[in-house]
């Protein structure tokens, strides 16, 4: 009885976050940051191109933990920390630049798509106010983020975080501390738009920018996910963090819950982390990781989890969901694709 409802309960979720996920960047199937050596030029795998970066091993510039994600992301396991230091200079470049790059040849770059992601800074280790971060963006700028005190603006400093079209403010927030901003970009590449929906810890995105005019255009491999900073003579480099978590594309209709598809229902987690005082936010994220672990070891580690009822002959097409716990739907992918294990709440054929 009470299964029954538990599962009621989680297809759901699943109904009303219909999304279909493009790619995947949500570190789950990620041991550490070291796992993006797994990717080179000559052998192209995982959900990542890692390449722009400095020359010291990947744990400068990128690192993985439950700790450095929304909490309110129970999609994800852990949230990436991604790093400048004072070596992380790019191939000779004078620009600071850690960044991660979709390794995916689905259609992320056609028709109308969602990026996701959340971003948070902290006290310590601050992006600069006083230098230019180019961040989430893509390699024509038609849209992303920035933070800090543009280039050849007045002025010395900036304490907000921006969004951009084609270099133009069209939102702007003070980047506060400890604050997690979530960010969907709603591009529509066949139209030429592009429309932001944003918001704050555990509560679930709202349009803030309806779409505008933008020359979108992007060959499927140039979204950055991480910052680009500007040098600026006078200003010498600090150590700067950026905190990622929920990092995926997707088409159909937009998933507003932070949680993100695939998702446990965890309700009541999220009420008591807005209520309760940062170092109590610690106890509860931990909390909740024990009891993620507990669901995880009760359900199948197949790479497709055991559905509650599976109509029989049936196919699932590719990008479509065929497998996580409280799944009804098929879990046989056509012909070509395979059922790709994401977490224990959502497989996909890829
Ligand atoms: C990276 O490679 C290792 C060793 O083959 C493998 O165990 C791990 O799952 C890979 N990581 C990802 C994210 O695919």
Redesign the pocket.
Known sequence: MKLSVLSGIVANALTASAGTILWDGRFN???SAT?LN?WSWGNQ???YQYYIHGASPVTSYVNLSPDYKNPADSGSKQGAKITLDNTAYWNGQNMRRTELIPQTSAAINQGKVYYHFSLMRKDVNAPATTREHQIAFFESHFTELKSGWLSGAPGISDPLLRWCVGGDTKWSVNWDADVWHNVAYEIDFSAGTVGFWHSTGSSPLTQKVAPVKASTSSNGADWHVGVLELPRSGYPDTNEDYYWSGVYIESGSLTTSVAGPGAPPVVDTTSTIKTTSSTAQVSTSTTFSTSTTSVRTTSTTSSAPAATTTPSGCTAGQYAQCGGVGFSGCTTCAVGFTCKFSNDWYSQCL
């Open positions: 199937d990620f041991t796992d797994n795998v995982g959900p």
